[in-house]
């Protein structure tokens, strides 16, 4: 069977390094974003994995993608009946598109990544075949589209992946992510004529990060910042559905729609990424934030009321050696002053705590993560999804050594 031609005249594909918060799952939303994007979504059709099965949205899971049986087209991504932050980041860029009168363009949907996998599992000599699938998912259609008269672009990479690797070593993480990244530009690079931005969802932490070493989310901070990407968000700031690390439905949407905001902004011209400074004179220690214009920092005092309360995030998630006496944001800025117990104090970190929180849920069983703060920037965006929910801008979080009165923050 050979796929019916898209309506579009131009596709756009994501690759995506994902791990199992980020894997499509069963929704009642699924109905209302599949609606939302009709005719402007499809996935790429004909391919088959090692055992002969159709590699569909889904993509082959941990099965090789068979590499001798050619992709045939583009099928219209209707029904799919599921939701992920990866689906919701394209099919609301394309109802974006389509709001803004652009029906020529849409979203090529897939999910190469499974649940549960490391950032070396997409290096093309490892055991694992996602890394093999992605680029040659990438190639064949990449060629559909050439035989159809289709332009197709790659304008981004979703990096979504990592707490599975909260004990792995800060360079030992982004050694593998160079690795694997680096193949993924190449093959962008080659067939579409300029690398893909990285989107990045920095990790963690689970409900319980007692005795894990958490090195990831520095790290893929610093990679977003170095690549030039977009740091959207943080996942640490959303609900977790299982007293461990795994978001319901609408979190993922949440996510994925807080991505597509954090891509819309930055192809306008308006700056997206928070970054920090940490500054200190004695026992006083001023953390900026680089907030946009017109862009404050608030307070959401009572985040954490029904999860554990404010016994785990005292002094707005800021934490040092021997403690803090005071944390005091400017209601009209974007600084935090920080009065220190000890000016000898050897380490400061933020929203970066070390605790367990797995039995502190609400009373639907829902829990948060166990890295807290409840600052962030007061720019937000209603959620087009999820009723009565608003996108929000998330602060970094940090941790690092105090030498004397310099900061030097982890990786």
């Known amino acids: 069977m050979t796929a019916p031609r898209p309506t579009v005249t131009s596709l756009e594909i994501m690759p995506s390094y994902g791990q199992s918060e980020n894997r499509p799952i069963p929704d009642a939303l699924a109905p209302a974003l599949d609606a939302s994007a009709t005719s402007q979504s499809y996935y790429t059709y004909g391919l088959r994995d090692s055992s002969g099965a159709a590699v569909g949205p889904l993509g082959a899971g941990l099965a090789a993608i068979d590499q001798t049986r050619a992709a045939t087209g583009f099928m219209t991504a209707e029904g799919l009946g599921r939701v992920s932050p990866a689906y919701a980041l394209m099919q609301s860029r394309a109802a974006r598109l389509r709001d803004a009168g652009d029906t020529t363009r849409g979203m090529v949907l897939a999910d190469h990544g499974f649940g549960g996998r490391i950032i070396e599992e997409w290096n093309l000599d490892n055991a694992s075949p996602l890394g093999r699938n992605q680029l040659y998912w990438m190639r064949e259609s990449a060629r559909v589209a050439q035989d159809i008269g289709v332009t197709l672009t790659c304008p981004y990479v979703l990096l979504f992946q990592g707490t599975s690797a909260k004990d792995q070593s800060g360079a ?6 160079d690795l694997a990244h680096n193949a993924t ?21 689970d409900v319980n990060s007692i005795g894990d070493l958490y090195e990831t989310p520095g790290v893929q901070y610093r990679i977003g910042l170095d690549r030039g990407g977009i740091i959207a968000t943080w996942q640490r700031i959303f609900p977790i559905r299982d007293q ?25 011209g308006r700056p997206w990424n928070i970054t920090y400074e940490v500054q200190k004179s004695g026992a006083v220690v001023t953390v900026r934030f680089a907030l946009r214009e017109g862009e404050t920092l608030i307070d959401r005092a009572g985040l954490y009321d029904a999860f554990g309360g404010a016994a785990t995030c005292r002094d707005l998630g800021f934490e040092a050696e021997g403690g ?15 009065t220190l117990a000890s000016a000898s104090a050897s380490w400061l970190r933020f929203a970066h705590q070390v605790q367990d929180c797995t039995a502190m849920v609400d009373a639907s069983g829902v829990s948060m993560s166990a890295h807290r703060t409840t600052l962030f920037a007061s720019h937000t965006r209603p959620s087009r999804y999820v009723a009565g929910e608003s996108l929000r801008r998330a602060l970094p979080g940090f941790r690092g050594r105090l030498q004397g009165d310099s900061f030097i923050p982890e990786a």
């Open 172 to 177: 030992s993480y982004r050694a593998a992510f």
């Open 185 to 205: 530009e190449a093959q962008a690079t080659a067939l579409f004529g300029q690398a893909p931005k990285l989107v990045v969802v920095v990790n963690g932490s």
């Open 244 to 268: 461990n690390i795994h978001p319901t439905g609408r979190t993922q949407v949440l996510i994925g729609e807080t991505c597509e905001w954090a891509i819309a902004e930055t192809e306008a």
């Open 324 to 338: 803090i006496v005071s944390a005091i944001a400017d209601p009209a800025g974007n600084s935090v002053t920080i």
